[in-house]
């Protein structure tokens, strides 16, 4: 089994629901303690129930190095996830989709980092969850065109657990397409990933509306291109262009043909021109808007209504000393992080 | 042949703490033998002279934990020598290794405390590239202080300081060490490689590889609008403007700028010039680009930069973590290499001596004032 040294510090970020069991975290801790020597749990309370937030308070002395941030309103639980790895230290941050699974792979996962390996995916198969028909159908038709536009794999299999390492999460924190990177099977060229296949099947995703998947759709959309703002940019454009032709025109008309009704001429070249310099206006602001959009940090907007954390930690007195019989090299130097 | 009970390679302050401390716990005869005619004349002199409390490593909890523990018996310890005097600042940068949340967060785990700094503080900084500023509860320390209090602290304990002795030969037979301070042959039981950017250089073998950085720390009249505080540009290539009390004037490092050479292996060291105070070579850079970020730094003015050398563990190069290197040799029966990280990380090597010194029976138990 790998064990990380312990200058290799472990955050584990996840969201808990209602469903969130102390007694889960507890047995994840069992199995990573023995891997990862400093470790940190950045938890995300995302709406809970008052019993779960209740238990969980009163609960969390029993594991160390523990942070629970709480929310003051639900939010969709990728962007939960996002703010869990916006607060969380570690070298390698392992990103826990269900806390209600098994975590037998876990010492594989860990196993499976190996030099200039930046994220490694544990790939659980799909259930059916309770989705509509219709949010399925609609979810898959977006993915693939996201998938084609992007071109990132976004994961469609069933949810599991992933390690990434900080500059990779980093990279996932500051990108446009944050959500959706946290399923993508890749980061692009500069972070080489593995996957790891799990044959088990995954718990359900959370029930989601067909609404709710639209609005997030659309925010996502929103979010990840400035596409819409140019189409807007590109049609007043076009409207620029078709007005002055039209102006054009109308003065070719009025010089050849001496048979217009009078005053076509110029209401159509009022029109015409009103019309241009409103395309133009809509042109040049739609273009400042563009720019204005890629210098603006997009650093995630989130309040944290209250946070609990549990002082006590694993690293209390240990001393800051490298003994050689740590023979082990940490990873982050391999990665370059 | 003179014995000692221990020999201290190096009168850096981590040695001569060893040296008063082996006193401490029992050990009659203890020598420092330090090359030049001074002792902590090297990085002991030659470093930020920051007092770290953990806000430097917030990619390092254990070195942040082992700053946060050393901090205020450090400051408790070195009274003289501390200069909480000032006000520290850490900024993150916009392409920080770690986002504001992340060190709110880390500061938090370990128990530091950060607050808002005041306005005059906020508006110096070019928030397009800085998206936060705290100011912390950190000091820095006067080396000249320190060294007089070491120095008389040494003379307290009873230990032996050869200055102008250069440790050479060491050899084993049996449990005794056997080496040269200078020409004159002397014994020990234990010896203790306190030396630095030279630990591999005493003809004791350090299995953990060591890396080297010929470095350059510019000196600064500060900015008036700095004077009296400090700011650090976390956490990548950036840099810090930090007093430096010993020499009445502030340092400026730089993450790009300040090493200009490094290697592991001694073969590969550069022709370097001479240690200590020298005209500058990178400090203009290092000063456009803290302008970039604090644009009053343009009034800066450069007194002249100081060059030493830095020594981390390879192993830990890259990431944040600066533990301190605590080596038993294979070769010898009580030979310890021993590279300090952080000034105030010393007592977690002391926490290391008495395992040490207890395991051996030469010790002859040693009274205050027994001498
Ligand atoms: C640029 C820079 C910035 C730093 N900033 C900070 C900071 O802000 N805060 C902090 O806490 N730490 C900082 N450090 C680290 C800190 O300075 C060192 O960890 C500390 O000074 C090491 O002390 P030392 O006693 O081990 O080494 P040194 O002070 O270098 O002592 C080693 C001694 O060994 C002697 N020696 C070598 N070979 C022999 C021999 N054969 N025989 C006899 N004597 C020998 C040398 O002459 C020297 O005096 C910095 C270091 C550098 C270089």
Redesign the interface.
């Known amino acids: 089994m790998v064990t990380l040294p312990l200058q290799e510090k472990v955050s584990i970020v996840a969201v808990l629901s209602d469903s969130a069991n102390f007694d889960a975290l507890l047995a994840l801790d069992t199995v990573l303690s023995p891997i990862a020597q400093n470790l940190d749990y950045v938890l995300i309370a995302n709406g809970l129930d008052e019993p779960t937030s209740r238990e969980l308070i009163k609960r969390i002395h029993e594991l160390p190095d523990t942070t629970i941030h709480f929310l003051p309103e639900t939010v969709d639980d990728d962007f939960a996830r996002l703010i869990a790895i916006d607060n969380a230290v570690g070298d390698w941050l392992l990103c826990i989709d269900d806390l209600n699974q098994s975590w037998d792979v876990l010492p594989q996962l860990f196993a499976a980092l190996e030099p200039g390996i930046d994220h490694v995916t544990v790939r659980t198969q799909r259930s059916i969850g309770k989705q509509s028909w219709l949010y399925r159908l609609l979810s898959n038709a977006y993915m693939r065109a996201y998938n084609k536009v992007t071109g990132l794999t976004i994961d469609r299999e069933g949810r599991g657990c992933k390690l990434y390492s900080r500059a990779a999460a980093q990279y996932i924190l500051h990108n446009r397409r944050a959500e959706m990177l946290l399923h993508s099977l890749n980061l692009g060229n500069f972070f080489p990933g593995k996957i790891i296949n799990d044959n088990r099947v995954a718990p359900p995703e959370n029930a989601r509306s067909t609404r709710e998947g639209l609005i997030k759709g659309w925010r996502i959309l929103m979010r990840s291109t400035t596409l819409p703002l140019r189409i807007v940019t590109s049609a007043a454009i076009a409207s620029c262009i078709f007005n002055a032709s039209y102006a054009i025109l109308v003065v070719v008309i009025h010089s050849i043909n001496s048979s217009v009704a009078p005053g076509w001429t110029t209401l159509s070249l009022q029109v015409s021109l009103m019309f241009f310099v409103i395309s133009l206006l809509l042109a040049l602001i739609g273009e400042y808007l563009v720019q204005i959009d890629r210098s603006v940090n997009h650093r995630l907007r989130y309040t944290i209504m209250r946070e609990v954390r549990n002082m006590h930690s694993r690293l209390d007195g240990k001393r800051n000393v490298w003994r050689t019989d740590a023979t082990q090299e940490p990873l982050t130097k391999i990665t370059g992080t | 042949m003179k014995h000692y009970d221990a020999l201290i390679i190096g009168g850096g302050f981590f040695g001569c703490m060893i040296a008063i401390a082996l006193r401490q716990q029992g050990l009659a005869r203890v020598v420092v033998a330090e090359r030049s005619n001074q002792i902590m004349r090297r990085a002991t002199q030659f470093n930020q002279a920051r007092i770290h409390r953990g806000y430097h490593y ?6 942040a ?3 946060a523990r050393g901090y205020h018996r450090f400051i408790d310890d070195f009274r003289t020598a501390s200069r909480p005097d000032f006000i520290t600042h850490y900024g993150i940068a ?1 392409n920080s ?3 504001p ?2 060190f709110e ?2 500061c ?2 370990v ?1 530091i405390p950060l607050s808002a700094p005041s306005l005059s503080m906020r508006r110096l900084v070019d928030s397009d590239l800085v ?1 936060e500023v705290y100011q912390v509860e950190e000091c820095v320390f006067d080396c000249n202080r320190l060294m007089q209090d070491v120095r008389q602290r040494l003379q307290q304990a009873g230990v032996e300081v050869r200055l102008e002795t250069e440790v050479s030969g060491v050899s084993s037979k049996g449990a005794k060490h056997y080496f040269q301070l200078n020409n004159e042959q002397a014994s020990a039981d234990f010896v203790f490689n306190a030396t630095y950017a030279e630990i591999d250089r005493q003809g004791i073998a350090v ?2 590889k060591v890396k080297r950085e010929w470095v350059e720390v510019a000196l600064i009249k500060p900015p008036p609008d700095l004077a009296d505080s400090g700011i650090t540009i976390m956490d990548g290539p950036f840099f810090s403007v930090m007093p430096f009390p010993s020499r009445d004037c502030y340092s400026l490092t730089h993450v790009r700028y300040t090493p200009i050479a490094s290697w592991i292996d001694n073969k590969d060291a550069p022709a370097m010039g001479a240690f200590g105070i020298h005209k500058s070579i990178q400090a203009s850079a290092m000063q456009y680009d803290a302008m970039r970020y604090i644009p009053c730094m343009r009034q800066a003015e450069i007194l002249g930069s100081y060059y030493e050398i830095k020594a981390v ?1 390879a ?5 944040d ?8 040799s294979d070769d010898f029966p009580a030979v310890y290499s021993v590279l300090g ?1 952080k000034i105030d ?1 010393i007592y ?2 002391l ?2 001596l008495p395992e040490i010194v207890n395991r051996s029976s030469a010790v002859i138990p040693y009274y205050e004032g027994s001498r």
């Open positions: 917030p990619r390092d909890s254990v070195t934990r082992a700053s916009r290794k770690v986002t949340s992340q967060h880390f938090k785990s128990g998206q299995r953990s563990l192993a830990t190069d890259h990431s973590a600066r533990p301190v290197l605590f080596e038993k990280s990380n977690d090597v926490e290391e």
